[in-house]
Nanobody, 125 residues
Framework: QVQLVESGGGLVQAGGSLRLSCSAS????????MAWFRQAPGKEREFVAA?????AITYYADSVKGRFTVSRGNTVYLQMNSLKPEDTAVYYC?????????????????????WGQGTQVTVSS
């Protein structure tokens, strides 16, 4: 059983930076990929970034590419730079035990087995 716990959310001005953390129990043996999703009020949960556990291959949504960086140790991080008001959302850490079929399957929230509780990120203009 894998447990995910996020931290690091808060309030930041536009153009500022924030670093989110996700602590995972036993991911090296049980997890294929870990990802960050976000959800704003009235919107569907959307993919932000992902990293494969063994090879550390990274994937990014077009909206955050060049601004956000996902990395890992035992803890998974999301470094967010040049933040914009539209980045405001609850950010969730997710993990999948194995890969799935379909192109860019990792962008779908339905493919993940474990989820953290979420952490609020608010970017002021």
């Amino acid at each position: 059983q894998v447990q995910l716990v996020e931290s690091g959310g808060g309030l930041v001005q536009a153009g500022g930076s924030l670093r989110l953390s996700c602590s995972a129990s036993g991911p090296s043996f049980s997890i294929y990929i870990m990802a960050w999703f976000r959800q704003a009020p009235g919107k569907e949960r959307e993919f932000v970034a992902a990293i494969t556990w063994s090879s550390a291959i990274t994937y990014y949504a077009d909206s955050v590419k060049g601004r956000f960086t996902v990395s890992r140790g035992n803890t998974v991080y999301l470094q967010m730079n040049s933040l914009k008001p539209e980045d405001t959302a609850v950010y969730y850490c997710a993990a999948a035990r194995r890969g799935s079929s379909g192109s860019a399957w990792y962008r779908s929230s339905y493919k993940y087995d474990y989820w953290g509780q979420g952490t609020q990120v608010t970017v002021s203009s």
